[in-house]
RNA sequence: GGGCCGUUAGCUCAAUGGUAGAGCAGUAGGCUUUUAACCUAUUGGUUGAAGGUUCGAGUCCUUCACGGCCCA
């Protein structure tokens, strides 16, 4: 036995297709070296089908005169051999496809005979000239081939591709090399997240890392993993959020950071939810929750401006059109909540046993804990959220569920804090800070009384972080933006898998 | 966590409780402008796993695993 269960047990799926390749694999070994890397490519597919496919533009004649040798590397996709000539597509780093003319006598000796024992997988580096078909499809016509890459596995069928979701996700490698759409996804995801950092940088904002690993986990209400460190004997948490760190920050004079990184969260998978997943904060000395909100209308202009294939600021979602062009539409979380129930009234809204009522009659879930600030936002989050499909900015939000944010001056049971809500879903969440650290140590203290009640997401009481604002930390708001949910608006993703790469996925079962 | 659906050849899919099949891929042969190339022949299965019912189970029942969708 092995002593480490872990690593994967020894390939027992060996079919006869890969046997087969094996085989091919141990005959090229024999031939000298089977993974060769001295072939260099100096032209790629999208750049050679941008600048000659115009047809009418480069017709055959045209491109003989021009007559230039190009060096490409990429998979081959599919064959169309015929005696001693054949057709090959390849796929190279461009994500592109192009077609090769292989004819025997055009090729050095053997080369056309080695080729047709190679497979559809195989990574091949071509040199050629262009050429336009009889059909009309620019190709190259081959002088030389050579196999750069042996491929044991099969792929996925040429013409259904590969839709089994679950092969999907675990062999993402497979997923982006016969899907194109994947791999669009995920340039359009790199493209959104390159926007954001220059608009950040733009406004002057510094790009900092923080810890993953924290003693004390905080800045969300959420489950935290617990790890261990060996070497010190201690348990670490991965963090849930970055906040408490970025705002030590402000005190330390960076007054304006930015954080774009991975938080850890210990609940359920679905749709919308992966264990890991990518957040965007931001914090802003001197500035409060509206000019947060001029800021994030601002990135959302701009951002959604900028994108490929977007015009007007109009993004399709799952068959709605969501318009992020223009100024976004405001309503309190209170007004928003009245409106709908209309069995509420403003003076009820502090009324816990009025809204446990109210949940109860409409079937929505309450705890006995809970008091009026948590009860409204399940009443909001039950009957309002949803409805809300283009981008809305709500706010005021109960100081129970804000147990980091500034009181409202005017009323100081309510949080100057927004969400941005886009397609029924939280996109952002940004408030003043609160910088009073007697303020903070109790609130602190409420969420440690929440957790010994039994509540497991309610944050721990850290120390440092007093200590921090005992120093002073200047006036201030911060903003969350799900990065994640973000790319899913602007690729009109369904799941929040299909914009990871590599989805939380249960282990495959072994044997 | 609950409900519904799914898992059959490498891939995409069929198969009233009664002989597990097709297309593509593969293999062998033919074909020097094809493009889902074409023509001929042909290989390939622990039907997700384990039990049960039955003369007989891919199909019915139970449990489990993994996935998808919806709900919490």
Redesign the pocket.
């Known amino acids: 036995m092995t002593h480490n269960e872990q690593n994967q047990t020894p390939e027992v799926?060996e079919?006869?297709?890969?046997a087969?390749r094996r085989e091919?694999l141990h005959a090229l070994r024999g031939q000298g070296e089977a993974f060769p890397n001295d072939f260099r490519v100096t032209a790629d597919a999208a750049t050679l089908l941008e600048r000659f496919g115009d047809a009418e533009r480069w017709d055959?004649e045209t491109l003989e005169s021009h007559d230039e040798q190009y060096r490409l590397a990429g998979r081959i996709l599919?064959?169309?051999?015929?005696?001693?000539?054949s057709?090959v597509?390849i796929q190279d780093s461009s994500g592109a496809r192009i077609?090769l003319?292989l004819?025997?006598?055009?090729l050095p000796e053997g080369v056309y005979q080695a080729f047709k024992?190679w497979?559809?997988g195989d990574i091949v580096g071509v040199t050629g000239t262009l050429?336009?078909?009889?059909?009309?499809?620019l190709?190259i016509?081959a002088s030389d081939l050579k196999l750069l890459t042996k491929s044991l596995?099969?792929?996925?069928?040429?013409?259904?591709?590969?839709?089994?979701?679950?092969?999907r996700?675990r062999q993402r490698y497979v997923d982006l090399i016969v899907n194109p759409e994947v791999r669009d996804t995920f340039v359009r995801r790199s493209l959104i997240i390159r926007a954001i950092r220059h608009f950040f940088d733009d406004q002057g904002f510094l790009e900092v890392e923080t810890p993953m690993m924290h003693h004390i986990p905080g800045g969300a209400t959420a489950r935290p993993f617990v790890t261990h460190h060996n070497a010190l004997d201690l348990d670490l948490y991965l963090r849930v959020a970055p906040e408490l760190h970025l705002k030590r920050l402000l005190v330390g004079g960076l007054e304006k950071v930015y954080e774009i990184n991975r938080n850890f969260r210990n609940e359920?998978?679905?749709?919308r939810?992966n264990p890991e997943f990518t957040m965007l904060e931001f914090y802003w000395a001197h500035a409060d929750y509206n000019d947060l909100i001029r800021l994030t209308q601002s990135l959302f202009n701009q951002l959604i401006d900028d994108l490929p294939g977007v015009s007007g600021g109009r993004v399709e979602y799952q068959g709605e059109i969501i318009d992020f062009s223009g100024d976004y539409d405001r309503i309190e979380v209170v007004d928003a909540v009245i409106e709908h129930y209309d069995e509420l009234s403003r003076e009820d809204i502090k009324d816990a046993d009025k809204l446990r009522a109210v949940c109860r009659k409409h079937d929505?879930?309450a705890e006995d804990g809970w008091g009026w600030g948590r009860l409204l936002m399940e009443l909001f989050e039950?009957g309002v959220e949803r409805r809300l499909i283009q981008p809305t900015f709500v706010t005021q939000y109960p100081i129970e569920v804000s147990p980091l944010s500034r009181r409202n001056e005017k009323d100081p049971d309510f949080a100057d804090r927004f969400e941005l809500i886009i397609a029924g879903r939280e996109i952002a969440n940004g408030f003043s800070e609160l910088n009073d650290p007697e303020d903070q140590a109790e609130r602190f203290q409420a969420q440690v009384e929440a957790r010994d009640a039994g509540d497991a997401e309610a944050m721990h009481f850290d120390q440092d972080y007093i200590r921090a604002l005992e120093y002073g930390m200047p006036p201030a708001a911060g903003e969350g933006i799900g990065i994640d949910r973000l790319v899913m608006l602007l690729t009109d993703s369904?799941?929040i898998?299909d914009v990871l790469l590599f989805?939380y996925?249960?282990?495959?079962?072994t044997e």
């Open positions: 799926d079919n006869r297709l890969i087969e091919k055959q599919s064959r169309r051999i015929m005696g001693k000539a057709f597509h077609q003319y004819r025997r006598d055009d024992q497979d559809i050429m336009r078909t009889r059909t009309g499809e190709s016509q596995r099969p792929l996925p069928e040429k013409w259904h591709g590969l839709s089994d979701q679950e092969t996700y359920g998978v679905s749709t939810h929505i879930h039950a369904a799941s898998r989805p996925l249960r282990p495959e079962a």
